[in-house]
């Protein structure tokens, strides 16, 4: 038999603790995407030593995994005297704020590299029709490279959002007590695991099911030609294929 009553109390304590699960979200959102924004300058930069420390920086957060770093910033940073004793340690000593740093961290990298995907797609054509209508090179990338490089950034970096969600789960391993972690804290009192693991996995459902719709409403903010050429194109596809056929017969 499946209690509904236990279902039901054990979503709405979780639920308690979505608000920590959705400041690691965000902040970490915030923090990575500003410190993606400085890797890509210098992965894009002309000096080696810029773009060769962009490289390194990508490869080491994409190729080990963020349990790992979690833990060596969280336990690892604590072990020398001089983080101890700098001014930086009381934030460092901080769970939330370490599980932040490792999320935003490795989520700075791969959002680096879409952003580089997408900034290399930008048509030359427009950057040269800027350039001749005499734009600064602030006021290109504000007018034309920026909005046309975050278009194409958007699908990808929506996955990576969705991805980031499911990644602060790990923040529990360090004594954050958001979703995963209450859901922990409830199988260690009830021994029920299904119920509420289920609870909990319905909850990052929705999460991101909302977080999908937001980036799907601001893609097609900044697309709205595309998609009224995509309508145009829909209606006029069926008396274009009628006029073929009669065309043929």
């Known amino acids: ?10 979503f709405v304590k979780l639920l308690g603790a979505l608000p920590v699960t959705l400041g690691l979200f965000f ?37 080990s995994p963020l349990l790992i770093q979690l833990f060596l910033i969280y336990y690892g940073l604590g072990q020398f005297s001089a983080v101890r004793h700098s001014f930086v340690w009381p934030v460092l000593r901080e769970p939330f704020t370490c599980a932040v740093l490792a999320l935003a961290l490795c989520t700075a990298s791969y959002t680096a590299e879409i952003l580089r995907g997408a900034l290399l797609a930008v048509p030359p054509g427009q950057v040269e029709a800027g350039k001749a209508c005499g734009m600064s090179r602030w ?8 909005p046309v490089m975050l278009r194409y950034a958007l699908p990808a970096w929506s996955t990576e959002a969705i991805l980031l969600v499911k990644s602060t789960a790990l923040a529990s391993l360090v004594t954050v007590w958001d979703v995963t972690g209450v859901a922990q804290q409830i199988i260690q009192r009830t021994y029920r ?5 289920v609870c909990a996995a319905l909850i990052y459902l929705i ?11 601001l893609e097609n ?7 009224r050429a995509q309508a145009r194109a829909a209606a006029n596809a069926p008396a274009g294929l009628n006029s073929s056929k009669g065309e043929k017969s």
């Open 27 to 63: 902040s970490s959102l915030a923090v990575g995407g500003c410190l993606a924004l400085v890797v890509l300058a210098m992965r894009m930069s002309r000096f080696w030593l810029f773009s060769g420390f962009a490289r390194l920086y990508i490869l080491v957060f994409r190729g």
């Open 193 to 197: 695991t299904m119920e509420v693991f």
């Open 1 to 10: 038999m499946i209690d509904f009553a236990f279902l039901s109390e054990t």
């Open 139 to 146: 006021l290109l990338f504000r007018r034309v490279i920026g």
């Open 207 to 217: 999460l991101n099911f909302l977080i999908v719709q937001i980036w799907r409403a």
């Open 221 to 227: 903010a900044l697309t709205p030609n595309f998609r």
